[in-house]
């Protein structure tokens, strides 16, 4: 994606039904779907799912299109664990397709149930990087019917800004974006054009950092961290995050940070104290950066078992969240904005949002 590009609003090619999962050299042609999916510019259902495949999660949306927007009808959300090992062992292990299968049977399950036809199933680091990945995918076709698209890294950064835009300040001129993923995490600086004020923002630069929760933990120590680990943990970051900065971090005036991940809805969750963790609670919700300081401050306190038994983190994030907190103290230090605004959503609303606009099923979107 070069500089200053505007989000298309014309549709984008999708793959044909049944024809399976495309082969290496064809990671970033669309894929197809379930046996029966429809994935012409109509939806005579009315009904779409966006799947996102992830180096640690597994999430379903399915929705109905709704005035501008969309009114969710169903979704699933596990933790897989898909991209475990792979930064050693450079492939997928048995143990995390079985996980992956067994969730991706659940989905297929919410899809056929809905009665969802227009789909897009994607999947992202973990089989960008894993040298088994065209086998997983083969088997997951074959034992679920659902035919995954590897997504570039540019997909990747472009449906994040489309799901998480309206939340943008609207009084504000744009915001430094960041998805802090299991095996990557895409920054991207985004705009107004103060001359289109409704229309979506222009993303004025972008880049992926090889480096998400997953592999970051597993370089590092997720469980035992201290204080030592952790700065290294910052440091290492910090040396993708500051050349991006360096060229695009000026003139931050009337801007904030914008994030969508488990480690900031987690970071959001712990700061409002919740007993249990509350979407309705957390989407949307505005942190200082003396909260996060503060935020931090108290995980990097706790010890492995004290994380695991708060219910906003759990042992499934355990030994994950520090490692995302670096990330962001990374992304902090470098663009250093006084506020960040939770997103409890991104590829999933992303592609929903496309394919809606794309058949006329909704407007912006805003």
């Known amino acids: 994606m070069n500089d200053d590009t505007r989000l298309h609003d014309g549709p ?22 379930l046996p029966g999916a429809v994935l012409s510019p109509a939806a005579a259902s009315g009904v779409y799912a966006a799947l996102d495949l992830g180096t640690n999660n597994c999430r379903l949306l399915i929705a109905c299109p709704s005035g501008d927007s969309f009114r969710v009808v169903d979704s699933f959300s596990r933790i897989i664990r898909l991209g475990e090992g792979i930064s050693t062992t450079g492939s997928i292990s048995d143990a995390a397709i079985d996980r992956a299968i067994a969730a991706l049977s659940i989905c297929r399950d919410k899809i056929q149930s809905k009665k969802a036809k227009r789909l897009r ?11 088994n990945a065209d086998n997983f995918r083969d088997r997951v076709a074959a034992e679920t019917g659902i035919e995954l698209e590897v997504i570039d890294r540019e997909t990747e950064a472009a449906l994040a800004v489309i799901g998480c835009s309206p939340l ?13 993923g299991g095996g990557s995490t895409e920054l991207v600086r985004i705009e107004r054009d103060p001359d ?26 997720g469980k035992d961290v201290t204080g030592q680990s952790y700065a290294r943990m910052v440091e290492e970051v910090a040396q993708h995050v500051t050349p991006f900065a360096a060229e695009h971090g000026a003139d931050l005036t009337d801007m904030h940070l914008l994030g969508t991940s488990g480690t900031v809805t987690t970071l959001a969750g712990v700061h409002l104290n919740l007993v249990r963790y509350d979407r309705r609670r957390i989407d949307g919700v505005w942190l200082s950066d003396a909260d996060i300081t503060e935020v931090i401050a108290r995980l990097l306190a706790m010890s492995y078992q004290e994380r695991a038994g708060n219910n906003c983190i759990s042992i499934e994030r355990a030994d994950l969240v520090l490692a995302g907190c670096a990330i962001l103290d990374a992304i902090r230090n470098a663009f250093p904005l006084p506020r960040l605004r939770v997103a409890d959503r991104g590829l999933r609303e992303g592609m929903l949002v496309e394919m809606m606009r794309e058949d006329g099923a909704i407007g912006g979107c805003r």
């Open 12 to 33: 984008a090619p999708r793959g044909e039904v049944g024809r399976g999962p495309p082969r290496s050299g064809d990671d970033h042609v669309p894929g197809g779907g």
């Open 121 to 131: 199933l994607i999947a992202t680091e973990a089989c960008r990087a894993a040298s």
């Open 168 to 180: 943008l300040d609207p009084k504000g001129r744009g915001a430094i974006l960041f998805d802090i």
């Open 196 to 221: 289109e004020p409704d229309a979506l923002p222009r993303i004025k630069a972008w880049m992926s950092i090889p480096l998400g929760v997953v592999t970051l933990a597993e370089h590092f120590g």
